[in-house]
């Protein structure tokens, strides 16, 4: 219940201010291997107050202040959901973990899916199949739904 109505409150926020910036970051090391970061900032919209607008439209938004700030592992998330059987790799999600800090109180919004890869192909592999993790996810699956992770499916990055 607590998550559903986190979901309704984030998705009230993004709609009223459309305040969030995406970010990608790369890190390669000299061996090829590194992290990839897929980063939906909602920052702006937290110090906007908007949370405290949607506070104000809805009698079943509780009055303290939302605070989120979790990681999740994707494997675990994905076999919990028995999505893993329809992976043709499955345990290439052992490396991808959710990140969520949502908090009113010091005004940051992120949401971070974050790859530690071994070869840079593998980030290719991982935006290609985002969709089957944000199937499995509600709060990721909304962010799908709403376009915020519309970018992981064209991947401007050339591997070699």
């Known amino acids: 219940m607590k998550k559903t109505l986190m979901m309704v409150?984030?998705?009230i926020s993004i709609l009223a201010t459309s305040c969030i910036s995406?970010?990608?970051?790369l890190t390669l090391n000299t061996d090829g291997s590194g992290t990839y970061t897929y980063m939906i900032?909602?920052?702006a919209l937290m110090e906007s107050g908007a949370l405290g607008q949607a506070r104000q439209m809805s009698d079943e938004m509780?009055?303290?202040?939302?605070?989120v700030d979790t990681i999740i592992a994707a494997y675990d998330m994905?076999?919990?959901q028995g999505s893993l059987d329809d992976m043709d790799k499955p345990e290439f999600w052992k490396k991808v973990k959710l990140v969520s800090k949502i908090s009113e109180s010091e005004q940051?919004?992120?949401i971070s899916f974050i790859l530690d890869f071994e070869d840079i192909n593998e980030v290719d592999y991982f935006t290609k199949n985002m969709g089957k993790l944000l199937e499995s996810d509600e709060t990721a699956g909304?962010?799908?739904s709403m376009g915020l992770t519309g970018s992981m499916?064209?991947?401007p990055f050339a591997y070699k």
Do not use: H
Request: glycine fraction near 4%; proline fraction near 4%; hydrophobic fraction near 40%.
């Open 41 to 43: 900032d909602m920052t």
């Open 108 to 110: 940051i919004g992120e």
């Open 22 to 25: 995406i970010i990608e970051k």
């Open 153 to 155: 499916t064209s991947n």
């Open 9 to 11: 409150v984030v998705t």
């Open 78 to 80: 994905l076999k919990e």
């Open 142 to 144: 909304m962010l799908s």
């Open 62 to 67: 509780p009055e303290d202040a939302l605070e």
